[in-house]
């Protein structure tokens, strides 16, 4: 068989990495952007095709795949007058790689399902990149049959590629992880504001926590933007504000009630509210320096 033709939705900074990794593969790729044409010129000039619809799309596609940055926009994509739901067909995998909430994605694998289509989630970890380079780390969910169907596919995108079970499983792990992370993060920037206004160094802080059982990667992401100014995770307070708030929204959804996050998702909401949320979020530790003051005024 040949090489399945790819219908993808969403040419962000990872999107169209993903899709110049795909071309540079041999995949035919069919692309339909939003307001941003530069990844669809960029496809085009490779070889690509742009549809005028999300049903056009995947129509033409044999795998559908969608890069958007919420639960809402895919479900725009899925459910309009002329969306993905409107020309699925049987036989046909469509996969998020987003960060979507997992009821979102239980309904939308559902409605799939009726059309004889099937659903994977599969968030990403890593960046645009990692993309380009078929290096990310892949958090894939769904029906065993379908994943075994698209998984050359994965491969080719992805450096570590992974099954976790029913459908779903794979946006909780990835919100999980981005609560954990994100929470991690807002710490130790106060960590270093406080430092700052003690008259600490900020380096010998770093020296005495990351001796003991607090060292982690992402202490070690915001401590290089808080000694050497580099920024090693250019994600942005208004993602970061985004995926906690879908935790707690899917805690909610379990019945349960999140008490660790509520500190990050007020922390962010409030860097937000002051216009900051296009901080990447390393830099939260000149943010909180600034701030950490202000319910004192």
């Known amino acids: 068989m040949g090489k399945p033709k790819i219908g993808f939705i ?111 989630d599969a968030p990403l970890g890593r960046t645009p990149a990692h993309a380009k380079d078929g290096l990310l780390n892949i958090m894939c969910a769904g029906d065993e049959d379908a994943y075994q169907k698209v998984k050359p596919v994965l491969d080719v995108l992805g450096e570590n590629v992974f099954h976790l079970g029913k459908l779903g499983n794979g946006h909780t792990i990835k919100l999980i992880n981005n609560y954990f992370a994100m929470t991690t993060a807002c710490a130790m920037a106060e960590a270093y504001a406080l430092a700052d206004a003690a008259g600490i160094d900020r380096q010998s802080l770093y020296d005495v926590m990351a001796a003991g059982p607090n060292h982690s990667g992402m202490m070690d992401f915001i401590t290089n933007f808080a000694t050497k100014g580099q920024i090693d995770l250019a994600f942005s307070v208004d993602n970061a504000a985004k995926d906690v708030g879908y935790y707690r929204r899917m805690a909610e959804n379990l019945g349960l009630s999140s008490r660790m996050s509520g500190a990050a998702d007020a922390t962010l909401g409030e860097v937000r509210a002051k216009g900051d949320g296009a901080l990447l979020v390393p830099e939260l530790v000149n943010w909180m320096s600034a701030n950490l003051g202000s319910n004192k005024e």
């Not at 994509?77 to 979102?104: H, K, M, N, W």
């Open 10 to 120: 969403g040419l962000g900074l990872m999107g169209r990495a993903m899709v110049e990794c795909l071309q540079k593969a041999g995949y035919a790729v069919v692309v339909l952007g939003n307001r941003d044409r530069t990844g669809v010129e960029e496809a085009i000039a490779r070889g690509g095709q742009e549809a005028a619809s999300a049903k056009a799309l995947t129509e033409a596609s044999d795998v559908v795949m969608l890069c958007v940055g919420t639960s809402e926009q895919v479900e725009s994509r899925v459910y309009g007058e002329d969306g993905i739901l409107a020309g699925a067909r049987d036989g046909q995998v469509v996969i998020d790689f987003g960060t979507s909430l997992p009821g979102s994605t239980l309904k939308i694998g559902a409605d799939l399902a009726n059309k004889g289509a099937a659903y994977l």
